[in-house]
Nanobody
Framework: QIQLAESGGALVQTGGSLRLSCKGSGGTFSSYAMGWFRQAPGKDREFVAA????????GYADSVKDRFTIARDNAKNTLYLQMSSLKPEDTAVYYCAAVRRKIPPMTQDEYDYWGQGTQVTVSS
């Protein structure tokens, strides 16, 4: 069973950049497809990005496409989310998630393991 821990959340200005990390432990990280989700105040948690077990395949929500990049380093058991051109509407708690599959789903119900989340706040 894998445990996940996010880090890197911060307060950043509109137009700025930030990189989130998600460290996996207790499982074979490379066996899991991974995803990033986010939850803004008063809203449901939503899909952000996902990546296959080997990093060869990625997918993004339309709202972050061309601004965010998901990546992974299996040697370091770490998932990343590089965020650029940040907007106030990107403000949310960001969660990483894992599922023991090769191809990553884009719906949260299909993920089995979740981190505690990291807060990203974008000021206008």
């Amino acid at each position: 069973q894998i445990q996940l821990a996010e880090s890197g959340g911060a307060l950043v200005q509109t137009g700025g950049s930030l990189r989130l990390s998600c460290k996996g432990s207790g499982g074979t990280f490379s066996s899991y497809a991974m995803g990033w989700f986010r939850q803004a105040p008063g809203k449901d948690r939503e899909f952000v990005a996902a990546i296959s077990f080997n990093g060869a395949s990625t997918g993004y929500a339309d709202s972050v496409k061309d601004r965010f990049t998901i990546a992974r380093d299996n040697a370091k058991n770490t998932l990343y989310l590089q965020m650029s051109s940040l907007k106030p509407e990107d403000t949310a708690v960001y969660y990483c998630a894992a599922v023991r599959r090769k191809i990553p789903p884009m719906t949260q119900d299909e993920y089995d393991y979740w981190g505690q989340g990291t807060q990203v706040t974008v000021s206008s």
